[in-house]
């Protein structure tokens, strides 16, 4: 652990050295080093003149502050194992009109998928919420949420790099000006990954087994469809997000293999938790978690009988695809041999 | 009372976070209020009384918004106090980027969307490099990647602050952001005698004072020029 006495033993280029993302950090605030590398950290921060630190708006004493912790922040970013084995454990709390839920603990393993169903405005969104902040009888429904059997103190629920939950939704969209590429170059930069590229093109090629239509790595992410932007989250938060669970709110039929998409997330030891209203993907999970009026009402296992009407429903899901290829492509449709 | 001051671009979502968490409050018992800082025009005012909180608004005209603030902050702890509040948040646009209206030893929350783009964390100065918390709005429309990266160019231009990710349009996160606003122990009578976090830029010249025309014979004071040589 670096400190600040540091500052005043080491040189600039010895300071990149043993830190290289501190270059960046003195770049991004302006920090004047250019032609002083060899000069001590501690004294060229002091003899920046004042001109320029307010300009660049640079409060010296709290810069090293600043960049001692952002050190200490990527080491400890950089040190963490990956723990990839995940347990989250919810216990119960209470409804909106203060009644207790019904339900005497629900455990949560990595690999599982977990749906949830419940009418809108019943609570989902709460409950998500819960195990986002890892709750410790101290959110509006007194839930406790323990991860590996422990609560969390509120360093670890506050920590920017440890995030418990990574979200996926039908409403997100792609906003950066990059191509496939760039971006997931961007977000593996992020990450401080060792393998970028790797990691880049496995990405990409789970992407586009997961999509309907093939996308080239030199696309604009913003020019991607829905189906391609979709299959492209989840590929990458599957492998390059460091979160054990991912929530998923509802994924659209169109455009997408997922069963594939899930069968992704679970292989790479995550925790899904699937808010939907699509009976196809509440029968994949292995639970479902039934919510009303603020509360976990149910907990149920999906059960053998449901398991045969899932295959039913997804030949019928077929038949659905099928038709609407087909329609696509300009053929006429013949109701005996299509049903 | 205690105090916390909210600042940060305009429609990142500052007044959505407040009045989600402010919602939180209320089913506490804990007595809010809010005194919203401007430049033209708000109509913010309004969303607030539609809660049923005590609300002001000042409006800096043609003055320097955050100069403005500054010179109004004490008279505003005062009404707050006077209105027998137990928290009070300011509101306040950042607009130039330069300036900040945090004062020492007082919270201090930069609101920031993930819309912004992902240049913006290192473009925001001092408003953003020293908040204590940071809320990150926005994230329900952009992917999870995105979030990411954005969160971690924040936190590498303010590495000690506080990182949460709020949704302003349900809420999500308000609660929690809640618990860490409000500290019921804090009892701020007066600012007298505090310290902004951080100067204001030193900008004094012709044009502050109301001149309109152009060239250098007009120009007075604290006047720079671009370097356009080749």
């Known amino acids: ?339 | 009372m205690d105090l916390i001051t909210v600042s940060g671009p305009p429609s990142s979502g500052k007044t959505s976070v407040i009045i989600k968490t402010i919602e939180s409050f209320l089913q506490r018992g804990v007595k809010v209020g809010v005194v919203k800082f401007d430049c033209l025009y708000t109509d913010d005012d309004e969303l607030y009384e539609k809660i049923g909180v005590p609300v002001k608004k000042g409006l800096s005209g043609s003055l320097c918004p955050d100069h403005y603030f500054v010179s109004n902050i004490e008279e505003v702890v005062e009404w707050g106090n006077k209105k027998g509040l137990d928290l009070l948040i300011t509101e306040s646009a950042g607009l130039c980027n330069r300036c900040s209206p945090y004062i020492k030893d007082i919270k201090a929350i930069c609101v920031i969307d993930n819309l912004s783009g992902i240049n913006t964390p290192k473009k925001i100065g001092p408003m953003l490099k020293s908040a204590d918390m940071v809320v990150i709005t926005k994230g329900d429309i952009v992917s999870q990647a995105e979030r990411e990266v954005f969160a971690m160019k924040v936190q590498s231009v303010n590495p000690k602050a506080t990182i949460m990710h709020i949704n302003g349009l349900n809420g999500q996160g308000a609660y929690e952001l809640s618990t860490l606003m409000y500290d019921k122990d804090q009892n701020i009578i007066t600012l007298e005698g505090r310290r902004l976090r951080f100067s204001m830029p030193s900008a004094l010249c012709s044009y502050c004072l109301g001149e309109t025309r152009i060239g250098k014979a007009h120009q007075m004071g604290n006047v720079r020029k671009i370097d356009l040589s080749d």
């Not at chain 1, 919510?291 to 907990?299: H, Y």
């Open chain 1, 1 to 339: 652990m670096p400190s600040i006495k540091q500052l005043k033993e080491l040189t600039i280029n010895e300071l990149f050295d043993k830190y290289p993302y501190s270059k960046d950090f003195m770049l991004d605030h302006h920090i004047p080093f250019e032609g002083k590398e060899n000069l001590i950290v501690d004294e060229v921060l002091d003899t920046i003149d004042e001109e320029h630190a307010e300009d660049q708006a640079i409060d010296v004493e709290k810069f090293k502050e600043q960049l001692i912790e952002y050190i200490n922040l990527m080491l400890s970013f950089l040190g963490e194992e990956d723990e990839s084995q995940t347990e989250v454990t919810i216990l119960p709390g209470f409804y909106k009109d203060g009644s207790r839920e019904n339900y005497d603990r629900l455990t949560i393993k990595s690999g599982e998928i977990i749906c949830i169903v419940g009418p809108t405005g019943s609570g989902k969104s709460r409950l998500l919420a819960d195990i986002e902040w890892a709750a410790n009888y101290d959110t509006p429904t007194k839930r406790t949420v323990l991860i590996n059997g422990n609560t969390l103190d509120t360093k670890e629920r506050f920590s920017s790099s440890n995030k418990l939950v990574a979200q996926l939704s039908q409403n997100m969209n792609f906003v950066m000006d990059l191509t496939v590429e760039e971006f997931l170059d961007l977000h593996a930069t992020s990450r401080l990954v060792e393998n970028k590229e790797d990691v880049i093109i496995s990405i990409f090629n789970k992407a586009n087994e997961l999509a309907g239509e093939q996308f080239k790595l030199t696309t604009p992410i913003t020019s991607l469809s829905g189906g391609q932007s979709r299959a492209l989250m989840i590929a990458d938060t599957a492998i390059l997000s460091k979160s054990p669970i991912v929530l998923i709110d509802e994924i659209e039929n169109a455009g997408i293999d997922r069963e594939k998409a899930l069968d992704l997330l679970v292989s790479e030891d995550k925790i899904v938790l699937m808010a939907t209203h699509d009976p196809i993907l509440a029968l994949m999970g292995d639970k479902r978690i039934i919510i009303n009026n603020g509360g976990i009402e149910k907990i149920v296992d999906t059960t053998e009988d449901e398991l045969n009407i899932l295959s039913k429903l997804k030949r019928l899901d077929r038949i659905m695809l099928t038709m609407r290829n087909k329609l696509r492509y300009g053929e006429q449709l013949e109701f005996e041999e299509e049903i």
